[in-house]
């Protein structure tokens, strides 16, 4: 896969909603449930962070649950992208990008979005021909007034800006030009993961579903 054809394929992605939740599951046990309640909400895309020892098996349980579109975050190495795409990953998603993740994503023909933090680091993906970046840490990095500042010199650029965005602060991201939609912890948080409280998560699944754009 080309690094043009993964921009137009996780562009497709981004377009689905507003809001990707990024999720760090403990207990494989939540998976399915979890992602049923962020479907039902509106919120059919969903980043599972492989930050925890039951990523994998949270990730093949997710993709079977219908109308669910499941990809893995924090992609590091290339070992990391062949078990993520085994396990059923159909995108992924890296705080950073390294030109051998990149290769290991195209020979995988894994649709990535690569982060970047600068114009500099946004300028190389560029140039190696994706389009559709993750912003990453975003609120760390400069925020929303960072990000509108690379809409005019890197127009060709959209965004996905992950990294302290939160309910009150998303519509700030979700405003600008070049942000198709932003990256959030918020719909699925721990206490109500814990809890079993799927109604609750279907909620907040659904008022960050109805967020503008």
């Given at each position: 896969?080309?690094?043009?054809?993964?921009?137009?394929?996780?562009?497709?992605?981004?377009?689905?909603?507003?809001?990707?939740?990024?999720?760090?599951?403990?207990?494989?046990?939540?998976?399915?449930?979890?992602?049923?309640?962020?479907?039902?909400?509106?919120?059919?895309?969903?980043?599972?962070?492989?930050?925890?020892?039951?990523?994998?098996?949270?990730?093949?349980?997710?993709?079977?649950?219908?109308?669910?579109?499941?990809?893995?975050?924090?992609?590091?190495?290339?070992?990391?992208?062949?078990?993520?795409?085994?396990?059923?990953?159909?995108?992924?998603?890296?705080?950073?990008?390294?030109?051998?993740?990149?290769?290991?994503?195209?020979?995988?023909?894994?649709?990535?979005?690569?982060?970047?933090?600068?114009?500099?680091?946004?300028?190389?993906?560029?140039?190696?021909?994706?389009?559709?970046?993750?912003?990453?840490?975003?609120?760390?990095?400069?925020?929303?007034?960072?990000?509108?500042?690379?809409a005019s010199p890197l127009p060709q650029i959209r965004f996905c800006p992950t990294g302290g965005v939160s309910l009150s602060n998303a519509t700030d991201y979700l405003s600008l030009?070049?942000?198709?939609?932003?990256?959030?912890?918020?719909?699925?948080?721990?206490?109500?993961?814990?809890?079993?409280?799927?109604?609750?998560?279907?909620?907040?699944?659904?008022?960050?579903?109805?967020?503008?754009?």
């Amino acid at each position: 896969m080309t690094p043009a054809e993964a921009s137009v394929k996780t562009k497709a992605v981004c377009d689905l909603a507003p809001v990707i939740p990024v999720l760090v599951v403990e207990d494989p046990a939540t998976a399915r449930p979890l992602a049923e309640a962020l479907v039902k909400g509106g919120l059919p895309v969903l980043e599972v962070t492989l930050r925890t020892d039951a990523a994998l098996e949270v990730i093949a349980e997710m993709a079977k649950v219908d109308g669910g579109v499941v990809g893995a975050g924090t992609l590091l190495t290339s070992d990391d992208v062949e078990k993520a795409k085994a396990a059923g990953a159909t995108f992924g998603v890296s705080p950073g990008s390294t030109p051998r993740l990149m290769d290991a994503c195209e020979a995988n023909d894994l649709p990535t979005l690569p982060g970047a933090a600068s114009a500099t680091e946004a300028m190389a993906l560029l140039e190696r021909g994706y389009t559709v970046q993750k912003f990453f840490p975003a609120e760390a990095a400069g925020g929303a007034k960072l990000l509108k500042s690379l809409a005019s010199p890197l127009p060709q650029i959209r965004f996905c800006p992950t990294g302290g965005v939160s309910l009150s602060n998303a519509t700030d991201y979700l405003s600008l030009p070049n942000t198709l939609c932003v990256g959030g912890s918020w719909v699925a948080p721990a206490n109500l993961v814990k809890a079993g409280d799927w109604d609750g998560i279907t909620k907040l699944a659904a008022e960050a579903a109805a967020l503008p754009r």
